[in-house]
């Protein structure tokens, strides 16, 4: 007997879980351009601002409810706004170039999407700038030139 209830609660269970499920033919569709953008190699201090295009491909508007960087060095803006059927935005997102070395990191953006969460990916590479040497010749031409 208790097998039995206990097969039933869990047939019961799964359908509810799977009833949760049921998609919205209608919900909005977060479309990007690209979910990777690739800096290549820039120079410590250099531009790093870069946006994320997107355009919702739903049938009803689209709510950015959130966006979050992987680290406090990439930091993510997005429209506060819905965006109707057909409409486009975009995310910007700006990383530190002040850190030097290599760019992996992830925005994680929540929406009320059929896919809730999507994560996007910025890569690339900081260099630190090249110093101008001076050589012994060219440092007493510049100390004479002073004095």
Do not use: H
């Amino acid at each position: 007997m208790k097998k039995i209830i206990g097969t039933t609660l869990l047939a019961l269970f799964a359908s509810f879980a799977f009833a949760q499920e049921a998609s919205n033919p209608n919900a909005p569709q977060i479309s990007f351009e690209q979910e990777v953008i690739d800096y290549g190699t820039i120079e410590k201090g250099a531009n790093g601002e870069r946006e994320f295009k997107f355009t919702n491909t739903g049938k009803e508007p689209l709510i950015i409810t959130n966006c979050k960087g992987s680290c406090g060095c990439t930091v993510p803006s997005w429209p506060r706004e819905p965006i109707a059927p057909g409409e486009s935005g975009v995310i910007k997102v700006k990383y530190d170039t002040k850190r030097v070395g290599p760019i992996n990191k992830s925005v994680t953006v929540n929406s009320n999407a059929a896919t809730p969460v999507k994560v996007l990916r910025i890569r690339g590479m900081v260099n630190k700038p090249e110093e101008t040497k001076t050589t012994p010749e060219q440092e007493k031409k510049t100390s004479m030139m002073i004095k």
